[in-house]
C-alpha cells in the first residue's frame, strides 16, 4: 500500500478546552501526527481537570504549553510565537465559554490570548450540552465568529455525556481530520456542482441471486472526496458498496443500472460535471424470478439478457449538459480502449486502468487520455490519484 500524509510540513496548534470531548482530542493528535503534521498543543485549566498534558505530550511528541506565564519561551511570548509558527489554530472540543470569549476578544489566558494574537486561520470544533448550544447566546456568538472568519466545524448531533441527545457534540476525530485536510486543499471547484457515480450495480436473477462485478467503489468514493476538498457540491449515486460516504457529499443508494440511469438522468441537467466511476452492469436479467429459483424444478433456468442503457453517454449527449469524465478498467490493450470508448461517447476525458494493477485495492495506476492524448499518473493511493484527477477536470 502506498502510504500518503495530507498534512505532510503542516504546522498545527491544536487547542483543548475543558470538557469531557477532550478525551477524543488524544486521538485528533494521534491521527494528525500520522498525516504528517507537526503538533503543537495548548490547553486550558479546564481542560487539565479531563486529560492529562503528559497524555499529550506523548502522542505529539513535543512539550505542551498550558500557562501564560511559561518560561520555556526566551522573550515569554509564547502566545506570539506559538500562534506565528503555525499554519492553524484547531479548538477542538471548543466550549462555550471559549467561543464567547473569543467572540469579546479576551485574553484571559494562554489560549486564548494566543487566538487574540494570532496571524493564521482559526477553526473551532464546539462541544457543548443541547441546550447550551442552541442557546441564543451561544448561536449569536456563532454567528459572530463566522462573520469574524473563524471556521466552525459540527458540532454534530447524537446522545451526549449528559444522557441528553440532540446537536452539541463534538464531530469525531476522523471527521475533523477530514475537515482540516478539506480546508488546506486548493478550492479549485468552488462553486461547481459535482455528480458522480460510483461502486457496481446488482442485477437481480431471483431475489438473491444476481450479475454484478467486483468492484469496490474506493476509486469513486475517494474522487468524491477529493471533489468535495477542492470545495464542489458533490453529489453521489452509489451502488452496494461498504465504504462510508466521504463528509459533506450527498450518497444516494441504488442498486441495479436503471435505478443509476435514473438517478443520473434525474439530476444531470443541474450539475456542471459529470464522473462516472461506477462499474456498470452491460446487460440486465429480462426474465429475472420473483421467488427464489430451486434446482428440484429440473434443468437449468434460461437466463435471458438485455442492454443496459449507457448511463454516461445519454448525459454527455444532453443539450448544454456538463462536462463529462469517464472510467475505462481494461485487462489489456488500455490506450486503444480508452479513446476509443471516449470518441464513442463523445466525452473530453476519460481515466484508465487495467484491472491488475489495482481493481478493487487501495492503490491504483491511471492514465488520463483526452484529445490530446495520454497522460500517464504515477502509481499511488486512490485518493491521491482522485486528487490529480480532479486537478486535471478543473484545468
Given at each position: 500500500m502506498v502510504m500518503t500524509m495530507e498534512l505532510q510540513n503542516k504546522r498545527i496548534v491544536l487547542g483543548?478546552?475543558?470538557g469531557i470531548a477532550a478525551y477524543k482530542s488524544a486521538e485528533l493528535v494521534r491521527l494528525l501526527i500520522k498525516q504528517g503534521a507537526d503538533v503543537q498543543v495548548a490547553?486550558?485549566?479546564g481542560a487539565m481537570r479531563f486529560v492529562t498534558p503528559l497524555t499529550f505530550q506523548a502522542l505529539s511528541g513535543q512539550s505542551v504549553f498550558a500557562s501564560q506565564w511559561d518560561e520555556r519561551m526566551p522573550n515569554g511570548m509564547a502566545h506570539i510565537d506559538l500562534s506565528r509558527q503555525a499554519d492553524c489554530i484547531l479548538v477542538a472540543p471548543a466550549s462555550a465559554d471559549f467561543l464567547a470569549?473569543?467572540?469579546?476578544?479576551?485574553?484571559d489566558d494562554l489560549l486564548a490570548t494566543m487566538v487574540l494574537a494570532r496571524a493564521c486561520p482559526l477553526l473551532v470544533a464546539p462541544a457543548m450540552n443541547r441546550?447550551?448550544?442552541?442557546?441564543?447566546?451561544?448561536?449569536?456568538?456563532?454567528t459572530q465568529l463566522q462573520a469574524d472568519g473563524v471556521h466552525i466545524l459540527g458540532p454534530a448531533c447524537g446522545e451526549q455525556a449528559c444522557g441528553e441527545v440532540g446537536a452539541g457534540r463534538m464531530l469525531?476525530?476522523?471527521?475533523?481530520?477530514?475537515?482540516?485536510?478539506?480546508?488546506?486543499?486548493?478550492?479549485?471547484?468552488?462553486?461547481?456542482?459535482?455528480?458522480?457515480?460510483?461502486g457496481p450495480t446488482f442485477e437481480a436473477i431471483d431475489p438473491v441471486r444476481g450479475i454484478t462485478n467486483l468492484s469496490s467503489g474506493r476509486m469513486g468514493y475517494a474522487v468524491a472526496r477529493a471533489a468535495r476538498q477542492a470545495g464542489a457540491e458533490v453529489t453521489l449515486v452509489s451502488g452496494p458498496v461498504g465504504l462510508v460516504a466521504p463528509g459533506g457529499?450527498?450518497?444516494i443508494n441504488v442498486r441495479s443500472a436503471l435505478e443509476m440511469h435514473a438517478a443520473v438522468l434525474s439530476r444531470a441537467a443541474s450539475a456542471d460535471i459529470f464522473i462516472?466511476?461506477?462499474a456498470v452492469a452491460d446487460y440486465r436479467v429480462a426474465n429475472s424470478a420473483?421467488?427464489?429459483?430451486?434446482?428440484?424444478n429440473g434443468g437449468i433456468p434460461p437466463i435471458e439478457l438485455v442492454e443496459n442503457p449507457d448511463i454516461l453517454a445519454e448525459v454527455a449527449a444532453l443539450d448544454g449538459g456538463p462536462f463529462c469524465v469517464g472510467f475505462a478498467a481494461e485487462s489489456r490493450n488500455l490506450e486503444a480502449y480508452a479513446q476509443t470508448k471516449r470518441r464513442k461517447k463523445n466525452i473530453p476525458l476519460i481515466a484508465g486502468n487495467l484491472i491488475q494493477d489495482g481493481f478493487g485495492g487501495d492503490d491504483n495506476t491511471l492514465i488520463l487520455f483526452d484529445e490530446a492524448g495520454a497522460h500517464p499518473l504515477k502509481p499511488a493511493a486512490k485518493s491521491v490519484l482522485a486528487s490529480q484527477l480532479i486537478e486535471h477536470i478543473a484545468h
Open positions: 483543548v478546552t475543558g490547553m486550558t485549566e470569549r473569543v467572540v469579546h476578544g479576551q485574553a441546550q447550551m448550544w442552541e442557546n441564543a447566546a451561544t448561536q449569536r456568538n456563532v469525531e476525530p476522523e471527521e475533523i481530520l477530514e475537515e482540516l485536510i478539506a480546508f488546506f486543499t486548493p478550492k479549485l471547484l468552488a462553486g461547481k456542482r459535482v455528480l458522480m457515480t460510483a457529499v450527498d450518497r462516472g466511476v461506477a420473483e421467488h427464489k429459483l430451486k434446482k428440484d
